[in-house]
T-cell receptor, first 114, second 115 residues
Framework: DQQVKQNSPSLSVQEGRISILNCDYT??????FLWYKKYPAEGPTFLIS?????DKNEDGRFTVFLNKSAKHLSLHIVPSQPGDSAVYFC?????????????FGKGTLLTVNP | EAQVTQNPRYLITVTGKKLTVTCSQN?????MSWYRQDPGLGLRQIYY???????DKGDVPEGYKVSRKEKRNFPLILESPSPNQTSLYFC??????????????FGPGTRLTVL
């Protein structure tokens, strides 16, 4: 059973608007959540993270929100730029008592149109 | 420059011919890991290692072997590759904290095709 779900395979937004990428998880034991960005022909790069003891973390244009009661994670990008077009993966570690095993969602392809 | 390197970047091989994909990092990271990326399936962890001579299975370890004889290197071995191992492979590394791992640095990927 998939423990980290990104239900939207793709998202398209206009430049300057907000992009909201969503992620749901099933296991309340998850301790730490991360977002990675991936361009074609490159490895994923770390974007932003959040601990389960927080509900928000902000870094420049990127903000991650964590709603533990809903087991929901979201990444907000404001304002969106064409260079943000990439696949975004949410990931977690802490499931099953292992803080050393990272589990990724399937990814969401974000396209920011000029 | 801090980086994770993988070799080869592209490989086409035939079923049953043993191959090794190398991974090396220059950041003195304790933790290293291998992932495969497949369309519609995202990134799935194959094996990980928390230090020299310490390795453990990820979600999809079948058909793969790893070794960690040196801190900087973590090769992925396919003893008898099969077509279902055709995929894009990523190596990653990170430091280890008291409660888990820090953000992972990924290599550029190895595109493997098994005919």
């Amino acid at each position: 059973d998939q423990q980290v779900k990104q239900n939207s395979p793709s998202l398209s937004v206009q430049e300057g608007r907000i992009s909201i990428l969503n992620c749901d998880y099933t296991n309340s034991m998850f301790d730490y959540f991360l977002w990675y960005k991936k361009y074609p022909a490159e490895g994923p790069t770390f974007l932003i993270s959040i601990s389960s003891i927080k509900d928000k973390n902000e870094d420049g244009r990127f903000t991650v929100f964590l709603n533990k009661s809903a087991k929901h994670l979201s990444l907000h990008i404001v304002p969106s730029q064409p260079g943000d077009s990439a696949v975004y993966f949410c990931a977690e570690y802490g499931a099953g008592g292992s803080n050393y095993k990272l589990t990724f969602g399937k990814g969401t392809l974000l396209t920011v149109n000029p | 420059e801090a980086q994770v390197t993988q070799n080869p970047r592209y490989l086409i091989t035939v079923t049953g011919k043993k191959l090794t994909v190398t991974c090396s990092q220059n950041m003195n990271h304790e933790y290293m890991s291998w992932y495969r990326q497949d369309p519609g399936l995202g990134l799935r962890q194959i094996y990980y290692s928390m230090n020299v001579e310490v390795t453990d299975k990820g979600d999809v370890p079948e058909g793969y072997k790893v070794s960690r004889k040196e801190k900087r290197n973590f090769p992925l071995i396919l003893e008898s590759p099969s077509p279902n191992q055709t995929s894009l492979y990523f190596c990653a590394s990170s430091l280890i904290s008291g409660t888990g791992i820090y953000e992972q640095f990924f290599g550029p990927g190895t595109r493997l095709t098994v005919l």
